[in-house]
């Protein structure tokens, strides 16, 4: 991902509203991304991830978007719940770098009901 | 199973002190990584251990260090604290550290330099 410093973009939504979250990443030779959620005094929480040879994947009532040409990723919440109030980050790795994840900066999704 | 649990979860240090941050993983996992999270940079890779090597370090000063015991507890060590290093700090734990295997974060340590 790319950090966008300090501004945190926020998503405010319905609930039961879909939520589209965007990310953008700078390294071409990334090959894995990974969708994080961080609730207030915790840890990112492992949502949801896609290999560089995929371009859609879904899980439960999130789909994962990968657009390699453009360097574009995007988190689709179908029914967005209060408990998905968080800020949601984007991370992608390569395979030479092991565990090293590069993060961005990150979106908050405020769910009003 | 336990998740990855880190030590202590609060704390307040002078600065010019040093600190030391503990993080043990998932049980079974080899791969601990740090990471630094602020407002203004964000979550920033600092280091990954694996098998007690460092395999991997970010863009920080080297006041910044870390360990991995056989265990593969780990430990990170910022000497002559300054302000800006008041974040949170992360571990994440993972089997082997290879990018298609999920990494496991714990709730972090929140360090404040005065």
């Known amino acids: 991902g790319e950090s966008v410093g300090l501004h945190l973009p926020t998503l405010s939504v319905q609930e039961g509203d879909n939520s589209i979250i965007n990310c953008a990443y700078s390294n071409s030779a990334s090959d894995y991304f990974i969708w994080y959620k961080q609730e207030s005094g915790k840890g990112p929480q492992f949502i949801i991830d896609?290999?560089?040879?995929?371009d859609k994947r879904q899980g439960q009532r999130v789909t994962v978007l990968l657009n390699k040409t453009v360097k574009h990723l995007s988190l689709q919440i179908a029914a967005t719940q209060p408990g998905d109030s968080a800020v949601y980050f984007c991370?992608?790795?390569?395979?030479?770098?092991?565990?090293?994840?590069?993060f961005g900066g990150g979106t908050r999704v405020l769910v009003k009901p | 199973k336990a998740g990855v649990t880190q030590t202590p979860r609060y704390l307040i240090k002078t600065r010019g002190q040093q600190v030391t941050l503990s993080c043990s993983p998932i049980?079974?996992?080899?791969?601990v990584s740090w990471y630094q999270q602020t407002p203004g940079q964000g979550l920033q890779f600092l280091f990954e251990?694996?098998?007690?090597?460092?395999?991997n370090k970010g863009n920080f000063p080297g006041r910044f260090s870390g360990r991995q015991f056989s265990n593969s507890r780990s430990e990170m060590n910022v000497s002559t604290l300054e302000l800006g290093d008041s974040a949170l700090y992360l571990c994440a734990s993972s089997l082997d550290g290879r990018p298609n295997t999920e990494a496991f974060f714990g709730q972090g340590t929140r360090l404040t330099v005065v």
């Open positions: 991370a992608d790795t390569f395979e030479a770098a092991g565990n090293k994840l590069t």
């Open positions: 049980s079974g996992h080899r791969s």
């Open positions: 251990y694996f098998s007690e090597t460092q395999r």
């Open positions: 896609i290999r560089s040879n995929m």
